[in-house]
């Protein structure tokens, strides 16, 4: 023991999500594995919290931050850099969205604030449709459209907020339906809900719910939910922070499941495009962007060091084929997540796409929530030497597995056998 587990107590707050019973110290990484302060190797099956997309000190990367520190850590958004209009032209290129334009911040709260607040701006109303289970940051307004209570402390918010039902598959009233029935209803809800509103802003959601254990909602269901969105002049936000970037394998981004419904009016990101440096922002269309008629700026977001990260980070994703790689290791890491599952009676359903796989556990008997089982398999997963990540619904019942997009075969194999054995310790 290093000490550090014991000292943390006395100084971080008591509501801190620390991971274990004695909390890892982590000292440095490499490619898909991190290592400990006593030295011992993980394979890292979370990426931090999916915020390393590439792979842990990534050569491409160390560099363009080290070559860029050494140039101006920081210059301020008062002034242009270089390294942030050049990011700023690639996701615009890359976000679907016509006419786009990038704000950059320092995380995803802040980038979902900021969303929040143009939608606000621009139809004039504070009125924001979430969906149920979501997540969407730690600030008051975003806490105020998270409808997962287990990370919405006070009930309270600036805004006025109404749940939506639909984004989980396997719970809630839907539960069971068809896609078609299950999308119909949840249509058909919406619609009611709307009946009961003034003016709302906007609605935001995650194509694939990432706290809330990796669920995902029936494929279109979000282009349903457009129609009825549009007939009311209502914006949708789509919040990437968790599945941009090709995580989920069979898309760049995750509205992309629901591509009748075009591109949102707004994106947000952050997590992954700085592989760890602080990078979030908000995409959208001009005329919504610029409907501020007052200044603003933020101070750290857009600055040049963490910009020279993302521009190297999603330089190495294309170029390598990030995407391609999580769709196709994804789809067999799944596929032996379920043979170790299959035979562990805790074990609800192994569900996801890409790299974003969630494994739901329940009681067998009565099929409750099993919360202490989820943290019993993270702490025998770490025994074994495998970081996986926790969430689900307010009890928390899920593992959540989200390497590194650039996880080899080799390593999905290995991180299968070790889960087996840490489920199996159940
Ligand atoms: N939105 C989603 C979907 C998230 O998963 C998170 C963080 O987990 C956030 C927003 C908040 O991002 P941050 O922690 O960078 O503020």
């Known amino acids: ?33 991190v290592w400990d302060a006593e030295g011992r190797r993980y394979l890292d099956f979370f990426g931090g919290i999916l915020t390393t997309m590439t792979a842990h000190a990534l050569p491409e990367v160390t560099k363009a931050v080290a070559e860029q520190a050494g140039r101006i850590i920081h210059s301020s958004t ?8 050049e ?47 979501s997540y969407h940051g730690r600030s008051f307004s975003t806490v105020g459209v998270t409808g997962n209570r ?43 809900l709307l009946g009961h509103t003034h003016r709302v802003a906007a609605l935001i959601a995650e194509p694939v719910q990432g706290v809330g254990g990796f669920t995902s909602p029936p494929d279109g ?4 939910f457009r129609r009825v969105l549009d007939r009311h002049g209502i914006l949708w936000i789509s919040d990437e922070v968790q599945t ?56 750290f977001g857009g600055s040049p060091v963490t910009m020279a990260a993302g521009l190297a980070n999603l330089g190495y994703l294309l ?30 359903e192994v569900r996801g796409r890409g790299l974003m796989i969630g494994i739901e556990l329940a009681d067998p008997v009565t099929g409750a929530a099993a919360p202490e089982a989820a943290s019993a398999v993270l702490e025998a997963a770490r025994e074994g030497g495998l970081l996986i990540g926790k969430g689900g619904g307010h009890d928390t019942s899920a593992l959540r597995v989200a390497p590194p997009l650039s996880l080899t075969v080799a390593e999905a194999e290995e991180g299968a056998a070790l889960l087996e054995q840490a489920l199996r310790s159940l």
């Open 244 to 299: 941009g970037w090709g995580r989920t394998g069979d898309h760049f981004w995750g509205w992309q499941a629901h591509a009748q419904a075009g591109p949102p009016d707004l994106l947000t990101f952050a997590k992954g495009i700085g592989n760890g440096m602080s990078v979030g922002g908000v995409v959208a269309r001009a005329e919504i962007m610029n409907c501020l008629d007052a200044n603003s700026i933020s101070t």
């Open 319 to 348: 170029d390598h084929d990030l995407q391609g790689n999580a769709r196709r290791v994804g789809g067999l890491l799944i596929e032996r997540i379920r043979a170790a599952a299959a035979g562990v009676d805790a074990v609800r």
């Open 1 to 33: 023991m290093t000490g550090l587990h014991a000292r943390h107590r006395a100084v971080l707050p008591d509501w801190l999500a620390l991971y274990y019973d004695e909390p890892i110290e982590l000292t440095h990484g490499e490619g898909r594995h």
């Open 78 to 85: 008062l002034y242009l850099d270089r390294p942030m209009v």
């Open 150 to 192: 287990a990370w919405s402390p006070t009930g309270l918010s600036p805004l006025q907020t109404l749940y939506v039902h639909g984004a989980v598959r396997g719970r809630g009233p839907f539960a069971g339906l068809t896609d078609e029935r299950f999308t119909e209803a949840a249509v058909a809800d919406l619609e009611d």
């Open 221 to 224: 269901l979000y282009a349903a």
């Open 87 to 133: 990011l700023a032209e690639r996701i615009a290129a890359l976000s679907g969205i016509p006419d786009a334009r990038v704000f950059f911040t320092t995380s995803g709260t802040e980038a979902n604030d900021t969303a929040l607040l143009l939608a606000s701006a621009y139809r004039r109303s504070n009125q924001i449709l979430a969906m149920r289970n």
